[in-house]
């Protein structure tokens, strides 16, 4: 038997076709939208990832910085009583200075010359009084210069020559009045040799004789 198909073949393949091309279509849609979600969260992943590490970078840096603010609130806490110590330790130095000044001027004081005045400010310290020559005034400057642990830098500022009355006469003598500045020189660390044997020095009794007042 001969069977003969009267159907419109040509529109039925024609649908079949254009069928598969919107379930390709279809098809092809969904993949994108399966890789889009899929990129998407692993995008949204990786988002909340470098949140939470930058939150925890965050949160470091702040205990970072109160443990800086710490430390800074240490190292001055630890200056302010390094300075107290120094000022402390500076005003037990300069406690002895002015034994250590009147013992080197009796010291260093030649003979020929009288001290009228001492005034100590500090290290500095200005000196007035006359002398019998002007190499008197000379030597004094080089012993204070050279030969004094305690002294240093003399400056002379002012000399002149002026007549004096002779006490306990009415003879007048030519003598020369000066004025100079020197440095005292801080003691030693307490404790040191040098110290001890400045001390030792300075405990020496002081002769009047050259700091005579006119």
Same mark, same amino acid.
Do not use: C
């Given at each position: 038997m001969i069977l003969i198909n009267l159907l419109p073949h040509r529109e039925a393949r024609r649908q079949q076709r254009k069928n598969a091309f919107f379930a390709g279509i279809g098809m092809a849609v969904l993949f994108g939208a399966a890789v889009v979600g899929g990129w998407w969260t692993l995008v949204n992943a990786q988002i909340?990832?470098?949140? +939470?590490? $930058?939150?925890?970078?965050? $949160?470091? /840096?702040?205990?970072?910085?109160?443990? /800086?603010?710490?430390?800074?609130?240490?190292? *001055?806490? /630890?200056?302010?009583?390094?300075?107290?110590?120094?000022?402390?330790?500076?005003?037990? *130095?300069?406690?002895?200075?002015? &034994?250590?000044?009147? $013992?080197?001027? !009796?010291?260093?004081?030649?003979?020929? &010359?009288?001290?009228?005045? &001492?005034?100590?400010?500090?290290?500095? !310290?200005?000196?007035?009084?006359?002398?019998?020559?002007? +190499?008197?005034?000379?030597?004094?400057?080089?012993?204070?210069?050279?030969?004094?642990?305690?002294? +240093?830098?003399?400056?002379?500022?002012? /000399?002149?020559?002026?007549?004096? &009355?002779v006490a306990g006469s009415k003879d007048q003598r030519r003598m020369f009045a000066f004025v100079m500045g020197v440095t005292l020189k801080r003691p030693p660390v307490p404790g040191s040799a040098a110290s001890a044997a400045s001390g030792a020095a300075a405990a020496a009794p002081v002769p009047a004789a050259s700091t005579a007042t006119r």
């Open positions: 909340n990832t470098q949140e +939470e590490h $930058n939150q925890f970078l965050s $949160n470091e /840096i702040k205990r970072l910085d109160a443990q /800086i603010a710490d430390v800074a609130t240490l190292k *001055a806490e /630890i200056a302010a009583l390094k300075a107290r110590q120094k000022a402390v330790e500076d005003l037990q *130095a300069d406690r002895n200075m002015p &034994v250590y000044l009147l $013992n080197e001027l !009796v010291k260093q004081t030649p003979e020929g &010359v009288y001290l009228t005045s &001492v005034k100590q400010g500090g290290q500095q !310290v200005a000196i007035t009084g006359v002398a019998q020559t002007n +190499e008197r005034i000379s030597e004094f400057l080089r012993n204070t210069a050279y030969s004094s642990p305690w002294l +240093e830098k003399p400056v002379l500022v002012e /000399i002149k020559a002026q007549t004096l &009355v």
